[in-house]
């Protein structure tokens, strides 16, 4: 299981006083926040995508959740992934 | 010597052409300056942006057009976050902002008003964390003006307020809080016509701010927000007047934009549901009004005394049920969000580290992998 985030900022000191401030358990890499949009097709943030182990996206989600249960969501993603439903096809 | 004649009168009559060119160049600039002022005071900085930018050219406004678009740039740069809902700093204005005012000292060398914008912007971009720029006190004072009348101040001047703060500011909300201060006020034709009236303004605020949204997701975010509060207002003021019909078309249109996620539209929903006899619908919608966050707490007390009304059984019946039914519309509504992208490869992107190196996502093949874009705004 690996975990990634990438930070759309185009502002280098803010970013990396939100990552002092987050100290975020994770790696974290840069893309523009123009590239991103056209490759991945997302148009707001958070997007988060599930891909299993065949690099294939299983789920996606575009935008805030604000009234979501989100470690109780995000773990119930990652279980379906990591059974055999996510294995390598 | 005719000949002579019509040779020194073409000369002279190129003269005054000349000189009358200039002078109309001049008072073009000068009118695009003032023009590009009085946008930006509005905040509809594209067109501020562009008239601005032709008073640049003529000597005469270079240095003044050049500071005001410094000081512009400047905002845009370090200073809008989160001043208009959805806005966010445009660091690509920041290396535009030095220039500007740099262009202006360079075109008047004496001119103090830009040098100090200069020195601010430049210790903006030495500073680890530059703050939004503060409300603007005149048009928080005519917010305050418009909010005073709204009990019982006469109409024309409540109508007069939202003009002067619209005036002053010409993003759409004096249009929709009138609106709502006059269905509060039983002048529901009126507010009817104030909540169309923001539609187009909203529009236009937003097309003139656009990149400030930073992602297209956002934009559409914020026109379907105009809109929908437009349409939340006008069917409100139907129900009022109790044209079922029509109020029914616009709440659902309201409905539509904001994907049923917004409190106030709901809890309208069901008021006319309720005043239908519909009492499952009603039902329906107070549920999903209370399982949003949102609402003054006084009308989610309604939206529960109105759903206790429709919903028989005991107090304590009634909760045990209530709970039940927001976590289930809660769920509901977690699920509808999911997009999934089933069978999709995961495209190729070229990431960086945070400090500008290529990233290698080698790591990465062949595990489950959680990829969430995020940003720091």
Known sequence: MAFLLVSIDEDDKRLQRYLNEMKFPFPVARVKAETAEQVMGFDNIPATFYVDRGDIVRYYVNGSEPHGD?????????????????ARR | MQTVIGWRGAIAAGAVLLATGAVVAQSTAREQLARGQALWDQRLSK????????????????????????????????????????WHDEPAY????????????????????AQEALRIAEGFAAADKVDPAPPRPEIRALD??????????????????????????????PYFAGAQILIDRGEYDRAIAMAAHGVPVSDHFIDENLPAYQMSGKSQGSYNRGRSQAADLTGWALFMKKDYAAAAEKLDEAERLTQGQDFANQFHLGELARARNDAALARAHYVNALSLSGGPAPLRQRATQALKAVQPGSTGVFETWMEGELSRRREERQAAALKSLVDRPLPKLALTTVDGRPYDTSGLRGKVLLLNFFASW
Do not use: C, H
């Not at chain 2, 920041?94 to 000292?105: E, F, Q, T």
């Open chain 2, 47 to 86: 067109s501020a942006i562009a008239a601005l930018e032709a008073a640049t050219r003529d000597k005469s406004t270079a240095a003044e057009a050049n500071e005001a678009l410094g000081r512009l740039y400047t905002f845009k740069g370090w200073q809008q976050d989160n001043v208009m809902p959805g």
């Open chain 2, 144 to 173: 305050a003006k418009l909010q005073s009348l709204a009990a019982d101040g006469p109409v024309a001047a409540i109508l007069a307020a939202v003009d002067a703060r619209a005036k002053a500011q010409a993003d759409p909300a």
């Open chain 2, 94 to 113: 920041r290396v535009k902002a030095i220039a500007a005012l740099k262009a202006s000292i360079a075109a008047d060398p004496n001119r103090a008003s």
């Open chain 1, 70 to 86: 989100s470690p109780t969501r995000v773990s119930w993603f990652v279980d379906q992934l990591k059974g055999p439903a996510g």
